[in-house]
């Protein structure tokens, strides 16, 4: 009965390779959310989409592109790897935007390393 | 450009010892601020603040905002080798700009208690 679940856990690609991170949440919330943590564990936001739309957009690069097929998912395509890419990807949901019921649900984890 | 930065970058203390964690914050439209605890994986919710001078209290745990100095406190009293994790605080921004709901990470204090 896992709330956010993210696959996969582990991803070990070559520099210059396409992958995509999946994102499911069944705890009916309208709000998701990609984050990037990188080696000495800062957190960053990179999108937010509220109800389908995006919302949060921060500076990344286009190589990052993310998708939301439906509220309940949120998935994140990479293009043309890079190592500066190696990092652990967490996805979050939230019920109402801005995380005001109860703040954020996150997700385990995806830790990508790019070599 | 919103900043939330966290003090000390790492605590080490023996079990039964009181430990206060510091947050400070600068965030445009400030709405409310998440504690967040990092063991292995995804991070867990601790405490979310929004109004100042109230303190929330959980078990052993406990914190306070001060939205006038623009800080927070997370104190742990009796700690436990369990409690040993990354603790992260985060700001949401609020409505009235750009980027509502976006929220900003600092950088965690990692705590160890040693038994």
């Known amino acids: 009965d896992t709330a956010v679940s993210q696959t996969p856990k582990y991803l070990v690609t070559q520099m210059g390779n396409d992958k995509s991170i999946k994102c499911e949440q069944n705890?009916?919330?309208?709000?998701m959310y990609w984050y990037k943590q990188d080696s000495k564990k800062f957190l960053k936001i990179m999108f937010s989409?509220?109800?389908?739309?995006?919302?949060i957009n921060e500076t990344v690069p286009n190589r990052f592109s993310p998708k939301s097929p439906d509220k309940a998912h949120l998935n994140l395509h990479i293009n043309s790897l890079e190592l500066g890419d190696s990092a652990v990807y967490f996805c979050?949901?939230?019920?109402?935007?801005?995380?005001?019921?109860?703040?954020?649900?996150f997700g385990s984890g995806t830790r990508l390393t790019v070599v | 450009e919103d900043k939330v930065v966290q003090s000390p970058l790492s605590l080490v203390v023996h079990e039964g010892d009181t430990v206060t964690l510091n947050c400070s914050y600068e965030?445009?439209?400030?709405?409310?601020l998440l504690w967040y605890k990092q063991e292995k994986k995804a991070p867990t919710f601790l405490f979310m603040l929004?109004?100042?001078?109230i303190e929330k209290k959980s078990g052993r745990l406990s914190s306070i905002l001060d939205k006038k100095e623009l800080f927070s406190i997370l104190n742990i009293t009796a700690t436990q080798t369990g409690d040993s994790a990354v603790y992260l605080c985060?700001?949401?921004?609020?409505?009235?700009?750009?980027?509502?709901?976006?929220?900003?990470f600092g950088q965690g204090t990692i705590l160890t208690v040693h038994p």
């Open positions: 705890l009916g919330h309208d709000t």
């Open positions: 929004t109004s100042s001078g």
């Open positions: 979050a949901s939230s019920q109402g935007f801005g995380g005001r019921n109860y703040g954020y649900t």
């Open positions: 965030v445009t439209n400030f709405r409310s």
């Open positions: 985060a700001a949401i921004r609020g409505a009235g700009g750009t980027s509502y709901g976006k929220l900003t």
């Open positions: 989409y509220n109800n389908k739309e995006l919302i």
